[in-house]
């Protein structure tokens, strides 16, 4: 008999990754990934805890599983995750729906929690969340042609507003051996992007090699037949040294595209925050990297009324922004996480932080406009992902765009998904750029 299996993934990419190992050790033992949860056996919620509007998400998901699971459409729910692990004492007592939960450490126990309930019994698992990386095989669930390369797990960073270390323990990172093997295996059946991540790649190598190593990484990444694009998700500004902007720049795989999170330029807020560096040195950097690297893209994430932030830090932070012409930015009003040090500072109030999220989205918003119109009469190199119904067009990505969080291209051509092809840019709006394949 046919045993099913429903999974739904919650959160960042980091933990996507964690839900295809998953897939992968369920498919393994014999289950099988169904679309809905209505009529499976078990779902897999793999939860998101890191601010109040992802656990809101992860807990709704939860319950509107229970109601599935109390008429008989489902069997039991397991809950993976961080939401598990930032909760582990309370989770099952707070949610007694859940019939088996892994903390963070305990992903690769998926199938004895799945063999569990399926007997109607329970389990709950949570191993050290600092402990080795399990190197585990996944099914790859994005694409055409791209996936994610998880490079190093946990924080050491501890920024004063962020729960992710308490969550996800140190920062550890994995074997170059162990990458570069994932890489080349991926290359292999058919992936040209590796979108690299962790929480903090620029890290990466201090733990296990005494010295960064990314740029290193990045040189024999480059040297991996198939891979044609590297984008590097995630580099701290305090972080960069002339070996890894040199690489960056002279590596021709590696994408001009840099995810740098700098949250605020305000020096006074930035120390509070426990971020290392200023604000003139963040200016520095950035005018650093453009100079060195043609035609660079920068993303970034900013977090709006952080403690200390009033009228002139706010208007500080967005004259910053109209100077340093940032082509794509994550905004986020403060979210006091319990537990961390920035909840129990003063603060705006939660209409105030919003309230400033969204103009300094409309600022963004304009400087985004800008450069996209910056790219007409432009050739790009693109990487078609699909073909759209609604517009009767291809739709890829160019190297200015990541996937699920930047704008797109739509275009004519007869390039298929998942291959590259070069499009001749004649038109921009809301984000998006349109032209003809050439």
């Known amino acids: 008999m046919e045993k099913c299996f429903a999974l739904i993934s919650l959160g960042c990419a980091k933990n996507l990754v964690n839900s295809e190992q998953m897939l992968y050790l369920l498919s393994e033992a014999g289950y099988t990934l169904v679309e809905d949860p209505d009529g499976a056996d078990f779902a897999v919620v793999n939860t998101c805890g890191f601010i109040d509007a992802a656990k809101s998400e992860a807990i709704d998901t939860i ?46 126990d998926i199938v004895e929690a799945a063999d569990a309930v399926m007997e109607g019994g329970a389990l709950s698992r949570f191993a050290d969340q600092s402990g080795p990386i399990d190197e585990l095989p996944r099914v790859v669930s994005t694409g055409p042609s791209w996936a994610y390369l998880r490079i190093a797990e946990g924080c050491d960073n501890f920024c004063a507003f962020c729960a992710i270390p308490y969550i996800r323990g140190r920062y550890r990172s994995r074997a170059m051996e162990n990458i570069l093997e994932e890489a080349r295996d991926l290359a292999a059946h058919g992936v040209k992007e590796l979108i690299v991540i962790a929480q903090d790649i620029t890290r990466y190598g201090t733990d296990l090699y005494g010295k960064r190593s990314l740029a290193a990484l990045c040189r024999e990444l480059g040297r991996i037949e198939g891979v044609e694009w590297i984008r590097l998700h995630y580099l701290y500004p305090d972080q960069f040294d002339d070996e890894l902007i040199d690489e960056i720049a002279s590596n021709d795989k590696i994408v001009k595209y840099l995810d740098i999170p700098i949250q605020h330029i305000n020096d006074a807020i930035l120390k509070a925050m426990h971020r290392r560096g200023t604000g003139a040195e963040i200016r520095a950097l ?153």
Not at 82 to 97: A, G, K, Q, T
Not at 296 to 306: E, F, H, M, Y
Not at 386 to 391: A, G, L, N, T, V
């Open 63 to 108: 319950l509107e599983l229970a109601e599935l699971k109390k008429t008989g459409r489902l069997g039991a729910i397991i809950v993976t995750g961080c939401l598990s692990e930032r909760y582990r004492d309370s989770i099952l007592s707070e949610l007694p729906e859940i019939d088996a939960v892994l903390g963070v450490g305990s992903f690769g």
């Open 286 to 438: 950035f005018r650093t990297l453009r100079g060195r690297i043609p035609d660079l893209v920068l993303r970034t994430s900013l977090i709006a009324g952080l403690p200390g932030e009033g009228e002139a830090e706010f208007e500080e932070l967005c004259e910053f922004l109209r100077e340093a012409r940032i082509e794509r930015a994550g905004v986020f009003p403060f979210s006091p996480e319990e537990g961390t040090p920035a909840a129990q500072m003063e603060r705006p109030d939660g209409e105030t932080a919003q309230h400033r999220a969204e103009l300094i989205m409309e600022l963004q918003a304009q400087i985004m406009d800008e450069f996209c119109k910056s790219c007409i009469g432009k050739t790009l190199r693109v990487l078609c992902q699909d073909y759209d119904d609604e517009s009767g067009l291809l739709v890829g990505r160019s190297y200015a765009d990541s996937p699920d969080i930047d704008g797109l291209v739509f275009f004519e051509g007869s390039c298929a998904p998942g291959e590259m092809c070069e499009v001749l840019i004649d038109g921009a709006e809301d984000g998006m750029l349109y032209g003809k394949e050439i």
